[in-house]
């Protein structure tokens, strides 16, 4: 059977963009940012994406454009050793879509909530309390958070009905869930800046802390942030390409992937930032105090922060609205691109029907992200994103780099992706991907390794 094909150009780079830019850009970007050195932390970040993130993007792409196969059947090219690679990033990604999964589904749950502002008040009862029935610890499961459960029913419907007929029909869905997170996070970006305050937040977010850049967490962090953005590493990128056509082009595709990526993540912080300053001003706090790390911020502190403008219940409710209908449209076409790696690498290997496998692999998705449903769920979701997530991504980029780039022969590399790309890549790239890349990327694999240790 001829393998599938994205309809065109466009559709395969906004399924691209719309694979990276998804709850890692609105909710951890603009955190991660504004505690690691805010503005100086932008340093690190170009830094790790012009010398990891854009150079394993590109590999990812021809591997998948020169082998039109999912990661581990394409990297079998290269041994044994290769194959089992492919199945390391295969196996991340499907752990990473059962708990991202259940974010998604907390924003459903926001969604409804949204219409009366339910969490008013008390945003962190609310949400640790009446959504997540959250317990004391990860081994008091608890039984099941209702809301969590129909959230989680809804998200892998939503995934099902994406990506049911392959990447065929995803163009007709990346259209909206690219453009319209855009679009809102824009006019919320646009609206926050009009509140009183706001300037206070986007000083908090953005002011350099140049002394920040010393602390090598702060450079594992734009790496790790990098990686998990621009979904690299995980097989995915890998899986996307392998329906490209061998005429398409590879570099600007890749350009343009992570221009538009990184442009979502600043757009965000504007959003976010802005609303959290006028949070600030209004209850006499520091932007710094009214922020929290991770989950909170999205799910505690932003939902306060609604809750306080001037804009009255329906000025509200159509705010609190367009930023959850913000993220669950970022994080829709995110989730399906993980399950989509997963069945494509299963389907490629075992010659399996491609529609029973995706099938397959929601079923299984749905029923391993039940876990994270249980009322100590969150504690799991915590535990498995931190060890998975930071050090496994990083591994597979490294690999691929040191060894897979190498066993193509990285001039010949080059010369593949000159053929048919309409930017053409001089000889830097073979210093780049031949040694910079490898070297950077090994320091962070030790660094990151010794920050989870100590
Ligand atoms: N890049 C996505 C985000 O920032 O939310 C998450 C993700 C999607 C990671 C797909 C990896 C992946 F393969």
Redesign the pocket.
Known sequence: MSRDRWNNRLVFVLAAVG???????????PYVCATNGGGAFLIPYFVALITAGIPVLILEFVIGHKFQGGAPTSLANFGKAGEILGWFATFI?FV??TY?SVIMAWVFDYLWYSFSIAWEGDSGGFFFGSILKLTDGPWELGGFSIPVLIGLVLTWISIYLTIKDGVHTVGKVVKWTVGLPVLLLFILAVSGMTLEGAMDGINYYLTPDFSKLTDFKVWTAAFGQIF??????????IAYSSYLDKKSDITNNAFMTALA?SGVSFLAGFAIFSTLGYMAASTGSTVAEVSTAGVGLAFVVYPEAISLLPFGAIGQTIFALGFFIALLT??ID??F??VE?TSTAISDKFDFNRKKTTVGVILIGFVVSLVYATKGGLYWLDIVDRYINNFG?LVVGFIEILVIARLMKVNNVREYINEVSDIKLGKWYTILLGIASPVILGIVLVMTAYTEIM
């Open positions: 694979s990276a830019a998804g709850l890692g850009n609105a909710w951890c970007f990604s990473i879509v991202y998990f953005s621009l979904s690299v590493g995980f097989g995915v990128m990526n970022l994080g995110s989730a691109s993980l790696g991504i």
